[in-house]
Structure formats: C-alpha cells, structure tokens
C-alpha cells in the first residue's frame, strides 16, 4: 500500500539482487518509492524490476561493485540520470564468509573489508554530495546484530559490522541537522548469505544451527520503511530486528 512520506521518494540500494536488499526494494516499490537496484548479478536484478514494474512499480537497475568507489560513484550518477533526484541510500551490500581465525582465509577477511566497510565508505562518498547540495536526504546501513555481537567463526565480520555500526554513528553527528542517518541491525534472515560460507562444515552448522530460526527479509523491508516514513525532523538512528527465538547472539 502507498505511503505519502515514502511516495515518490528515490531509494538506491546496493546489493539488491537476493536477500534483504531484493526485499527492500520491492516493499518500497510496492508503498510508492522509485527504487535503482544495484548488484553484480544484473540477471536477477532485471528479473526483480521487471516484477516490480509489471505490479505498477518504479524502479531501474544498472550493475554496481562496491568494491570500486568509481563503479558506486557510477551509480549514484546513474540514479540521477534515471530519476532526476536521490533521497535515500541503502548500504545493503555484503558478504559473511564465516570461518575460525586460524583457517587463515586471508582472502576472504579482505573481501569482508572491501565489501562491507569500504563499500559502505564508498557509498558515503558517493551519495554524501548529492545529500549536502541539496541539504536534504538519509542513509541507512543495513548491519547484524553482528555489530555489537562476536562469537568464535564470526570475528571479523563482526569486526566489519563493528565498523560500520561507528561509521553510521560518526556520519550521523558530522553531516547538517536535515540530513538523516541510521542503521538496521538484523538477525537471522532468510536470504543467501551463508552461501559465501566456504567451509562446507561451518557452512552446514551455520544453516543447521544459526539459521534454523530466520525471519523473512521482508521483515527487515518493514523496518527499513519504518525508518524512511517518519518525519523528517525524526531521525530513526538504529533498529534491531531479530527472530523471536534468537536468544543467544
Ligand atoms: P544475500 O547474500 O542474499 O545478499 C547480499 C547482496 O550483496 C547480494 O545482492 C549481492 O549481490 C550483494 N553483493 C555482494 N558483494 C557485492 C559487491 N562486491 N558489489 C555489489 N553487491 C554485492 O544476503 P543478505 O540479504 O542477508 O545480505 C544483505 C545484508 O544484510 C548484508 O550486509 C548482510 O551482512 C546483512 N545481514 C544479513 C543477515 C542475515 O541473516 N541474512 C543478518 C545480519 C545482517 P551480487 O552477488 O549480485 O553482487
């Protein structure tokens, strides 16, 4: 159903071809937003545009890697472009290839970086500009529970939700009194992210322990909304959203 704060506005989010940035792209569609997708399955996001389009949606979507500041700063031009304007930016985007320390899976604690911290960086760099020419707009990082939370596998993606979560608080108090900044902490939802688990025991453990209890990714769309349709003299700075049987982290 249509909502009159979130009506019109345009919402880019990255990572948008699965999971919780799909599902928030196409809650905001459905309540009025023109969404701009971006991804680097760009098969999945035309299927989730033309799907929201055929429903009476707006919505557009290029190909973006958040590991390059250029490709995001492509991005964010290609919103302008598209829909002439930008109000909201979702950093969604991320990767959680959970493994034990002395795996010593250098590499993918780099890619955990690069996509989960600088990514998100390079969104602020990006879509910052457009917020302060126009001394309006309002980001929300999309976290973990991760990001106050650390437990044995998950130590440095819960180092890089850590950093997001004083990135959101620090960007939060540096930008103008008009310009809105959150984060959205979820818990376990359904989505395909423990695909990036590359041990295939941990991976197992994790679908088989952690993630028996997962909440739809469209819960964590709801909440994303909640954030975007107060009033813009109401900052909503952080939500946490569990399942109701999450207990333990
Ligand atoms: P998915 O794996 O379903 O979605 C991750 C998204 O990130 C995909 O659209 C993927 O698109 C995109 N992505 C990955 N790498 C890049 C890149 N280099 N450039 C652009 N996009 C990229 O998982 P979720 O929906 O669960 O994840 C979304 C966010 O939610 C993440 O930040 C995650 O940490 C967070 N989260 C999820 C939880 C859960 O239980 N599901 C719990 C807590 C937080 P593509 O591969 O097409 O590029």
Redesign the pocket.
Known sequence: MENQRIKGKVVAI??????????IARHLAAKGAKVVL?????H??EQVVKEIQNSGGEAAFTS????SPD?VKEFVQFALDTYQDLDVWI??????PLSYLNQYKVKEWERMV???VK?VLYGIAAALPVFEKKDRGQFIN?????DRWVGPTSTV?SAT?FAVRAITDGLRQEVSQHIRVGLI????????????ISDPQLKKLAIEQF?VD?IS?DA?ARATAYAIEQPDDVDVNEIVVRPTAQKSF
Do not use: F, Q
Request: no cysteine; charged share 20%.
């Open positions: 990255t990572g948008a071809s699965s999971g919780i940035g799909e599902a971006g991804a680097r399955r760009t999945k996001l973006l890697d958040v590991t490709h950093n969604n985007a991320g990767v959680m690069d996509v989960n990514g999309i976290t973990s529970v991760g993606y939700k902490a979820p818990g376990a939802t359904e989505s395909e992210l423990a695909d990036s993630r997962t990714a964590i």
